[in-house]
Structures are given as structure tokens and as C-alpha cells.
């Protein structure tokens, strides 16, 4: 079994649904890469500290655009050191002076630093970085920038996101990436009629959602102590990886993906869910104060168009490489792409609506209150 996830851009934002959706994949999976946006914040607090001070609170005044007056201290530190920067001859007192202000820019800075690194935690960041294995955990760069900071830190690779997205995946993975995806994916703006999610209904053709798997908070876990879970379950279901590997295959070469889902892949789902209820580590967890298994996994199928439009609107792929990727979308074999779908602290999916047909909506029902009471 081997997961791929591309996160789309959150800038300044620490998103613990992408960091489930890896501890997950770490626990279940053979091997697990990711790229985008949890590559920056995983590696944030890192770099930051060998940086200059002043491209630090150029950083961290992003983070802190929400604090008003925050945002104006740091603004007010950078136009002084502009203009300092400026100055000739420059007294004594004026250099002391700057000395100090610098000095407690420094602290505060500091005392940033160590609060999202606390963030980091709470949010199931530390996990995913101490678990770093070349060949079960590890993520790909996307841009030369990054590859010029991480180039010491992850392994360096140059295939470009447009093609990971025309050749099914990452090199090594063709016909066998699964796709790690959040609950916004299960939206109107990505299907055109709601989405098979009964086991019953699943019909050859169309995309499908099945819940399949629950699974308690992994994010509140040490790194320490998901290697131990991992372990534990890896014998129970390695047939389940196997069998994964299998349907993920069979979606992309065109064969029949969705008999085998039903007829092997569902019927080895109960005996994964027994492993994880059933793990000592996990059962003790999971009886703690405010640990429930409330957070709800589904597999399923879509067409590759879906997925691409999905990264696309999410601004992963610019339009141009999304032209080039429908342009060659007739020469490649039909298929379909395997996914999993996370309902992050949800027993269930929740149906997305655009917002433009929430505004329709809303028009509508306004108008035709007006229409009733005249």
C-alpha cells in the first residue's frame, strides 16, 4: 500500500487534518510521501533559526497578521531597521539604542518560536518529523527554492507536480498511488451529482466514497509511541496492504477496480478495524477524556479529471498545466483513481456546497418569503 499527498496552499496555517491524514497512512501504509504545505510548516521553526533577525519577524509577522498590534510592532521594527540601515556616521546612542530594540525583538521572536513549536505538537507535526524513514515517511520538493532550504533535509527530487498528476503518481508508485484527501473534497464543486457513498449502490463508472475505517486522534501521539502502533498492526494487516495494492492497480490499468474493491478489498476492512481496536496502545488511548474514534476513513474511486480539478481549483496546479493535463487526457488509458477520503473528527462526510449556489439559495428563499407576505 503506498500513499501519495499533495497539500494544497495554506499559507500561515497549521492544519491538523493533513497531519492526521499521515499518521494514518504511516500506521496503514507500506510507504507514505507527501509534498506542499506540511513540508514548510514541519521544517518552519528549523529554518527560521538560522536565518537573520530581520527576515524572521518578516516571517512571523505573517503569522501574526490576525494581532493588530502585534502586526504593528514588528511593521514598526522593520521600517526602523530600514531606515537605520540608511544612516551614516551613525552616533553611539543611536547604535546602542538598536542594539537593544534588537535585543528584545530577539526574545520575542524566540518566545514565537518555542509557541509553534507547541502548535507543532498539539497539531500532530512532531510525530510526522521524528518518523522521517526514507522508505516508510518522506516527502518530495516542489520548487527550487524549496530545494535550495530542505536540500539536506529530504530527498531531492525533480519530477515536477504536472507530471506525478500525468503519470499516476510518483516515480516507483505508477499503477499503485493511493491518494490522501481532505473532507473538502467530498463537495459539489468537484462532482456533478452526489457521490456513491452505500456499499450497496457502488456502481462500475461512477465515483464512489465508502466509510471503511475509523480511527481515534493519532495527532496527540509521540513519535515514540506511533513506531510502537505501527509495529504492532503491521503483521495483522499486511494481507490488507497487499490486497490494497492490488485494487489500486487494477484502477489504473483500465481492469475492473471496482468487483475487486467489493469482493476483497471491503472484506478485509474488519479484520484492519479489529487490529485497531484491539491494539493495546490504542484501546488504552483511546479510553482517555476526550479520545474517541470519531474520525472516519473512506476509500473509493474517482476519474482523474476530478481529482485534477480539485487541485487545480485549490491553486496546487495552475491553469496551464490543467489545460495540459485535459489536452492529454484522451491519449492516455481510461482509468479510474483510488483515493482516501478523511472526515477529520466527523462520523460521517459532510455534503459541500458551492458558495455561489448558497447564495442562489439564499436569494430565492428571500424572494419567495417577500412573494408570501405581500
Sequence with gaps: ???????????????????????????????????????????????????????????????????????????????GHKEYCKMKNIPKTVIVAKKKFDMAMDAIITDWIEWFEMMLNRNGYFSLRNCLETDVLSFILQSQAEKDEFIKLG???????????AFKGLPNYENKT???????FYSQEYFDDDI??????????????????????????????????????????????????????KCYTSKDGVTYFKERLMSEMAGVQEAIDNDPFLKQWSNLDGVQHNSTIYFGEVSPLILWKYYKNNLVISEESYQFLLNGYELIENHTVPIMVFAYKREELEWYIKEEDQVIQQEMVESVRKHMEV
Design 1 to 79: 500500500m503506498r500513499c501519495f499527498q499533495v497539500d494544497f496552499q495554506e499559507e500561515f496555517f497549521l492544519n491538523s487534518t493533513h497531519s492526521f491524514q499521515l499518521n494514518v497512512s504511516y500506521i496503514l501504509s507500506d510507504s507514505t510521501v507527501y509534498t506542499g504545505h506540511t513540508v514548510s510548516m514541519l521544517f518552519l521553526a528549523e529554518r527560521i533559526r538560522k536565518i537573520s533577525l530581520i527576515k524572521r519577524v518578516k516571517i512571523v509577522v505573517k503569522f501574526l497578521k490576525h494581532i493588530p498590534e502585534m502586526v504593528e510592532m514588528l511593521d514598526g521594527y522593520m521600517e
Design 155 to 165: 530527498e531531492d527530487v525533480e519530477t515536477g507536480l504536472r507530471e506525478l498528476f
Design 178 to 184: 493511493i491518494w490522501l484527501l481532505p473532507e473538502g
Design 196 to 249: 456513491i457513498t452505500s456499499f450497496e449502490s457502488i456502481e462500475v463508472g461512477k465515483p464512489f466514497l465508502i466509510p471503511c475505517l475509523k480511527m481515534p486522534n493519532l495527532n496527540l501521539l509521540s513519535s515514540i509511541e506511533m513506531k510502537i502502533i505501527k509495529e504492532n498492526v503491521n503483521t495483522r494487516i499486511a494481507a490488507f496492504r497487499e490486497v490494497t495494492d492490488e485494487w489500486a492497480t
